[in-house]
């Protein structure tokens, strides 16, 4: 099996590495120069043209960020990549715009499985991902080597399409636990418990849940997109989801720091407000 990964960023820059750790035999391609050369330096041999790459494996992961990106790439690897070579989407996409690419690449004699991952930076950097897989069994079986390099395990969970809406069923729980994590710990905070002694007590109750427990690296990177996926699913589907919609509101006022200052600093800010310990004479403990 010869794999051809596209997009050395963070993610799948870690991940082309679990893969070569793990004596498969890989070359990358990305659009970034800087992000090409540290793949070369990471031991990875480098293309520099997709065409390239796509002349030079028969397995392709696609660590991108966009619909469009995939589409793009897979447009090009659909004329160019050898027959039954077999395109991995790793990205987080539109549901949708996988279904829309199986019959289009099956027609042009290509392969495809969607398979976004779970646990994020710190889960490609130590290769501990969960991949999500949408496609044939036999196209995920085909491809479980190199997604298990880097994950602790490959769930095949239905036709193409149904990895990404896994993702967003994931994605949705994470964003809705970090507004329940930030309001929960703000009134621990507001009352003088310090809230990073509180996050500690409550992963050890009944309450806790895995965001909690990765909060310290949680990046507020992606909440956007993500939301926007979950509702537009939602909405085709016909869907009432009000959590779901108040959650895509406040997430999009969240970031890191945010969260740094609630576990760690004197004061803390939620939607506009800062909010500090309540003296004594306030109600606050003594």
Not at 236 to 257: E, H, N
């Amino acid at each position: 099996m010869k794999i051809g990964v596209v997009g050395t960023g963070e993610m799948g820059l870690a991940m082309a590495g679990h893969m070569l750790e793990k004596g498969l035999e890989v070359s990358a391609f990305d659009v970034s120069d800087e992000r090409v050369a540290a793949a070369e330096a990471r031991g990875i041999a480098s293309k520099r043209s997709l065409d390239e790459l796509a002349r030079s494996a028969d397995v392709f992961v696609l660590v991108v960020a966009t619909n469009q990106q995939v589409i793009d790439v897979c447009e090009e690897l659909a004329v160019k990549a050898a027959d039954d070579a077999l395109i991995v989407v790793a990205a987080t996409i539109s549901p949708e715009t996988m279904r829309d690419l199986g019959p289009h690449l099956k027609a042009k004699g290509k392969r495809l499985v969607d398979a976004p991952v779970v646990y994020g930076a710190a889960g490609a950097r130590s290769g501990t991902l969960l991949s999500l897989c949408g496609g044939t069994e036999e196209d995920v079986e085909r491809v479980r080597p190199a997604l298990m390099s880097y994950s602790r395990d490959v769930v095949h969970v239905g036709p193409l399409g149904a990895g990404q809406i896994a993702k967003s069923c994931n994605n949705l729980l994470h964003w809705i636990h970090c507004v329940a994590n930030f309001e929960t710990l703000l009134i621990a905070k507001r009352y003088g418990i310090d809230a990073q002694r509180m996050r500690e007590i409550l992963l050890a109750c009944p309450g806790t849940n895995g965001t909690l427990a990765r909060w310290d690296s949680t990046r507020f990177t992606w909440q956007e997109k993500d939301m926007d996926v979950t509702l537009e699913l939602a909405q085709k589907a016909g869907l009432m989801l009000p959590l779901a919609g108040q959650v895509d509101q406040i997430i999009k006022t969240l970031k890191a720091d945010d969260v740094k200052a609630l576990l760690y600093g004197p004061e803390a800010t939620y939607l506009g407000r800062t909010v500090r310990p309540l003296a004594p004479s306030e109600g606050g403990l003594a």
